[in-house]
């Protein structure tokens, strides 16, 4: 039971960031892995799961790791301040580029995105320009998001 929960610890951090990090049996910092509001966030990764929750209980949160190109992070619905921002309770969406997608974010064809999508409504238009599909992943984990490092 122990190792499954490691499992899924890692594999949240994978895919909130794209890269491993060392735990050491908590939670773990990583820095300036959520994009939320044109801001960028540090998160602590908790080993913190849970199954559908109550209607309004949780956030989106936009996972770009398996999405085609690498270089774009994560994009949260919500952040610290907002009214509506739900402790870092996330409902994880799955991002994919599109082939039109491909060509408009990484034009120069190196596999990773020229410029990032930044918050939920820049999400939300390119899924509506065609370049991404966001397809429900039906998983629920915690990892608040934190001001960055440095910019305190």
């Known amino acids: ?5 490691y499992i899924v610890i890692l594999t949240i951090l994978v895919v909130l960031t794209g890269t491993t990090a060392l735990y050491a049996g908590g939670a773990t910092r ?6 939320a509001n044109d801001n960028l966030y540090d998160t602590i990764v908790t080993p913190t799961t849970f ?12 996972s770009f790791m398996m999405s ?3 270089g774009q992070r994560s994009v949260a619905e919500s952040a ?6 739900n ?5 994880l969406q799955m991002v994919v580029f599109t082939a039109q997608g491909i060509n ?10 020229n410029f990032e999508l930044t918050n939920s409504e820049d999400v939300l238009a390119h899924e509506q320009l ?14 608040p998001l934190l001001p960055r490092r440095g910019n305190r």
């Open 30 to 35: 990583v820095a300036e892995a959520i994009w």
């Open 104 to 113: 408009a974010h990484d034009p120069d064809g190196d596999g990773f995105v």
């Open 68 to 70: 085609g190109l690498s």
């Open 87 to 91: 402790g870092g309770r996330w409902d």
């Open 1 to 5: 039971m122990k190792n499954q929960l």
């Open 130 to 143: 065609g370049h991404i599909i966001i397809n429900e992943a039906n998983f629920y984990f915690e990892c």
């Open 80 to 85: 610290p301040g907002d009214q509506d921002y």
């Open 51 to 62: 199954v559908a929750p109550a209607e309004h209980s949780t956030d989106r949160i936009y």
